[in-house]
């Protein structure tokens, strides 16, 4: 069945420090593929998505690329902030127009 | 105002209790879901509705009813709580397949404490 792994966290960095969170992903077809945040005490909020193959989702300086030989969909970011801190869930749609989470990571910001 | 509110934000039962949780959209959505979220499990799918007529079980279904009253109401309910189904429980909505791309929004979540 469809699924997705995301790294486990809690990932902790410095202010401008780079970011990767990695996903990968298990699909029949060509599902498209999200990453969500959650801020503290808050709901889940769409960051970005992609769609197909080679597509590049990008919002507030994070960027993820589609890559379909790899069955990856890679969070990054060059220079993280105190406020970039939240939980990340990379997500698929599967059929059904259901979507199909991580059980999410964690990133910690330091000044 | 907030697109998607859920009430209460937070509740604590005792085992063998009936609860419900509500929620509520001005977005215009036909799309409803109900999820509950777990530590180091991510987000799984309790029940969704595609519209007022339409009810469909998630992965996670036992234990829980819905009702979608309106097409901006969609209610979970724990016909007797029991310890294992404390969690924070989040409704979203969506449009209809083809538009969006099923982008999903959420509300603020409930956190339920069932001792």
């Known amino acids: 069945g469809n699924s997705v792994t995301q790294m486990e966290g809690p990932v902790t960095l410095s202010e401008e420090a780079f970011l990767t969170i990695n996903c990968t992903y298990t699909a029949t077809g060509y599902p498209s593929l999200f990453w969500y945040v959650q801020y503290p005490g808050e709901g889940l909020q769409l960051l970005l998505k992609?769609?197909?193959?080679?597509d590049k989702g990008s919002n507030k300086g994070f960027e993820a690329t589609y890559r379909k030989e790899t069955t990856s969909f890679h969070l990054e970011k060059g220079s993280v902030q105190v406020s970039d801190s939240a939980v990340y869930f990379c997500a698929l749609r599967s059929g059904g127009d259901k979507l199909i989470f991580g059980t999410g990571t964690r990133l910690q910001v330091f000044p | 105002d907030a697109d998607v509110t859920q009430t209460p934000r937070n509740r604590i039962t005792k085992t063998g209790k009936r609860i419900m949780l509500e929620c509520s959209q001005t977005?215009?959505?036909?799309?409803m879901y109900w999820y509950r979220q777990d530590p180091g499990l991510g987000l799984q799918l309790i029940y969704y509705s595609f519209d007022v007529k339409d009810i469909n079980k998630g992965e996670i279904s036992d234990g829980y009813s819905v009702s979608r009253q309106a097409q901006a109401k969609f209610s979970l309910s724990l016909e007797s709580a029991i310890p294992n189904q404390t969690a924070l429980y989040f409704c979203?909505?969506?449009?209809?397949?083809?538009?969006?791309?099923?982008?999903?929004?959420f509300g603020p979540g409930t956190r339920l404490t069932v001792l």
């Open positions: 979203a909505t969506s449009e209809a397949s083809g538009r969006a791309l099923n982008e999903q929004f």
């Open positions: 992609a769609t197909k193959a080679d």
């Open positions: 977005k215009g959505h036909d799309r």
